[in-house]
């Protein structure tokens, strides 16, 4: 009898054990909750990168036991990879009511997991669309942000107090950065970035088309209970062939809205940006609208000002067993100094009666040009035929006698081999720097010389010459970048005659 009483009072005492224990799953929810994922990007995988354990596809709900932080990867053919970590918390209840209960349901909470949950119930992973093999990729610049609001303007409120639109806090080069930093991959090329808030965002000199960001309308509401703001863009992504907005090829409309948090403003917004530039990205007809009008543009361009053939003596000067020093000296006077009121540069004539190449971005917008021969003599020469895609123009001097360079094969030059660059970097007069050729690089289905030769602002249009004196490329841009300080590319001179059509006779001069 004794013993049948206490085993009833055992039994009562773990009925209501059970019943707490349950009221704390129910209360708490500690069951793992589940984390919604959702892309911009419909059917990606879904991964747990730890094991590339497959979790379902975008969107997907994903119900897992909140042992430790979650490490997603979205993948999806033609898109980069994208990654994010979804961290965990304790959760407070079931930690209260074990409390209360002596931590007896504390132990299968903690070896199930459930004492934990995810610290957010849903995820948004943007993807971005990356260029395939077969997709011709388009050199653009990036301009800077443009606003169409009026200084001053009501853009939003934050309790009863209105936010007005002020573009010294909204205008931020950080725009135009993180756009041409997104671009990368992709089959809109903006080139490497710069700082420089003079010049473009691309290295590319030669990119006929510019991308402009346009924010039609910007509305901003605070929400207290979550110290951020709702914030709506009203966007129009604007392809032209001319930094001025002028020759419009396409645009595209976009409304996109977020919430963000209430500091650093500018990086937040910049991010709201990316998701719209994402869709532009992903928008079949801008490519083909954009690369049709890039292709029209170039094909015209080439049949206007480059049909007519223009036939020039090989000049084969005797440098055979001559030191390099002394033919040095015979290939400065035949590299000129190309003035104007908006800059300076070089180039070098490749025949007797004045004809000279430099770069486009040399002469860009010039009908005529001074050319310095030397200390004591300027010339004046005129424009004569130019070729933006490739950075090429054709100069033509009212002149005889002059002292042309050899021209050597462009497609035999070898990684490795010693090379000198003539110009006049800077407006410090001819300026003779050594290097060698470091590689070959493809940038916009065109093919460049890399080389280490020590180039600077004014060498642009110079040559870069070989161990046998010859011509074998034109010096058309440096990249200046964190990692890339020093390497110069250069248009194989191959190239240069046949986009000039420059017909060489081999008759001597």
Known sequence: MTRKIVKNKILFLFIPLLFFYSCGIILTGSKPKGVYVKSNIKGAIVLNSEGRKVLGKTPVNINLKATKPLKLLLEKEDYAAATTEIGVKENAGIIFLDAMLLCIPCIPDFITGTVYQYNMDSVFIPMKRIARKDEEVIPISVGDIKWKLKEGETVGKEGKSEIFFNKTTYDSRIYSESICKELDETFFDAGECSENSKRDFSYVKNSQIFLTPIINKFNLLYVSEKSSYYVKMDITWEFTHSNNGSEVIYQFHDIESAVIGSSEKRKSLSSILLLSLYKLIDNEEAYKKVLAEYKNKNVTTSKKENSNTISIPKYKPDYKGKPLTSIIKNLVKSVVTIEHNDGIGSGFIISSDGYIITNYHVVEGKKSVNVKLNESLTLN???????????????????????????????????????????????????????IVSGKRKFEEHVYIQTDVSVNPGNSGGPLINQEGEVIGIVTLKVISKGFEGIAFCIPINEAIQMLNINYTDEKK
């Open 381 to 435: 020469a005129d424009v004569i035929k130019t070729d933006k895609a490739n950075d090429l123009a054709l100069l033509k001097l009212q002149a005889i006698d002059m002292l042309p360079v050899a021209l050597g094969n462009s497609d035999k030059v070898e990684i490795g081999e010693e090379v000198i660059a003539i110009g006049s970097p800077l407006e410090l007069g001819q300026t003779v720097s050594k290097g």
